[in-house]
């Protein structure tokens, strides 16, 4: 039940097909809009496609049904699955319970792309056999095929994923949880409901198992209390207590629980963004929780680099550097996007709203921000609710709106001068203008690779 346009979906049909199943594959969009990845399904036998809606058998005269993350688990099309007595399952629950190897599993609202990439990139660097799952755009059930003996898994988590993990009763041996702020409500309606889900990373680990955990994240701290897995933590404060991960001194230190080694100067992290310290020592917690020695994590530190579409710088022109942080799709993000420079920007945002506060990011704006170009959408006007009640108008003068990531780009360029950064750093989502966060990201790399 949904094909999609993030790959999880085609990943999920090949794998089936590859292990001989008959596959009924259902969406809501049409042939048009899923042609991208109807064209990744091209030639697969035994598949049937059912597309601008769903029929009500395909969830009762099956043997299973595997739910898109996005598909809510209180749609009539599951309910009607579940009261069949059909088992409904997602590509994370299946993952977990067909897959052998150990699975780190990463999640938190901000920051677990980057830090899932970077314990693949540190694992790669030490000689160990790590695979991406569900990273990004990486799809999940296809990638079972690809699993050696020694093959390490590491797995991005998203609150929906998680959801199907809890009722399966299946947590990941190393879980790494990052932070957790308001996102989805939406979706979910309460912070309660999304921070539930989320929880599952850690409730059924075993005390053999471990966690890695932002100690300077309060409503995390609270949560992980009482866990029975082993824990490690990370904080941008000494931690001399425990097995940790801390930084003192400008330097990232790791606590063993025994004594404490320095692992890297700040100056040597080539990572921008104070934020994505954050990123690093989470990394660091998950390597040294699956074995590493401080020498092997010393080692690979100095040879990490930047996740596409976080802070990813695209080009300098006329002496203006361009970053994309399409993926900042929240205000916090948005908010440490500002905060990873000092030079002055010029910043593009806004879009669609998730139910989310812009209040605090139209303060940082105004602090951080010499112009900004606003891409149209209903979160928009809430930054420009905001922004109307704390800047000059000589200020709000300036803002300009626009329907195209083309025209914020060369609107961004005339404002821009010399030593000044522009940034896409939207603080809202993206469907509206773009068919997801990775859409615009590329628009936006493509309008600036093409200004003269």
Known sequence: MGIGLHGGGVGTVKFLVAQGAKVIATDLRTKEQLSASLEKLKG???VEYVLGHHRMEDFSKV??????????????????????KVPVEMDSSLFFKI???KIIGVTGTKGKTTTATLIYEILKTVGKNPIKIGIGQVSVLDKLLL???????????????LSALGRAKLSPHIAVFKNIMPDHLNYYGTMEKYFQDKKYIFTNQKPKDWLVVNNDDELLKEATKDVPAQVVRFSYEP?????????????IYLNNGI????????????????HNLSNVMAAIGAVYALGLSAIEIKKALPQLKGVAHRLEFVRELGGVKYYNDTAATIPDAAISGLNAFEKPIVLIAGGTDKNLDFTEFAKEILE???????????????????????ASEEFLRNIEIVSSMEEATALAQKKAEQGDVVLL?????SFGLFANEFDRGDKFRDAVKKLK
Request: proline share 3%; with cysteine.
């Open 44 to 46: 697969l036998k035994n």
């Open 63 to 84: 043997d299973m049904v595997i739910k898109n993350p996005a598909a809510k688990w209180s749609d009539k099309h599951i309910k009607f699955a579940l009261e069949n």
């Open 99 to 101: 897959c052998k190897n």
């Open 147 to 161: 699993l050696k003996k020694d093959s390490v898994v590491v797995f991005e988590l998203s609150s929906w994923r």
């Open 239 to 251: 931690l001399k207590r425990s097995r940790a991960v801390f930084i003192e001194d400008e330097a």
């Open 259 to 274: 004594d404490v080694k320095k692992l890297t100067a700040i100056k040597d992290v080539l990572i921008p963004g104070r």
């Open 368 to 390: 951080k921000a010499k112009d900004i170009i606003l891409l149209k959408g209903n979160a928009t006007e809430k930054i420009l609710e905001k922004l109307g009640k704390i």
């Open 425 to 429: 750093s939207p603080g809202a989502a």
